[in-house]
Structure formats: C-alpha cells, structure tokens
C-alpha cells in the first residue's frame, strides 16, 4: 500500500490493478470452495455468479493495465 500511495499516473494505475486483480482473485478462490463443499443450491448458485462476474471484471482489468517501463 505505501507503494501505491506515492505512485502516480501509469505506475498507479498498474499497482492499483494489481492489486485489485489480485483481490478479485482470492474471491474467486474463496467462492470455489464453497462449490467444492456446499450443499445448499441457492449457495452454489450465488458462489458460481461470484466466479463469473470476478473472472469477467479481472479480464478487464488485466486488459487495462498499462505496459511496465
């Protein structure tokens, strides 16, 4: 965080999408188990919506962090 903090332009940008690629990431990891072990289908079905939506949004956002350099 306090790399990102004093960042600016392109360099925040790609730490804050890194960041938040990984977040999404643990989410998705999170709500995996829950399809793994859960046996409520209202459960199942909110955790799958989970993984669709985190999946769609971190493709966007690796699509929108800029070049290193």
Known sequence: MA???????????RRWLSMMILHHQGAV??????LAGGADPGARNLAQRIID?????????????????
């Open 3 to 13: 790399g990102l903090v004093a960042a600016e332009g392109a360099d925040f940008d």
């Open 29 to 34: 990891e999170m709500t995996k188990a829950q």
């Open 53 to 69: 939506a985190q999946e769609a949004e971190i493709g966007e956002m690796q699509a929108l962090l800029p070049p290193q350099g």
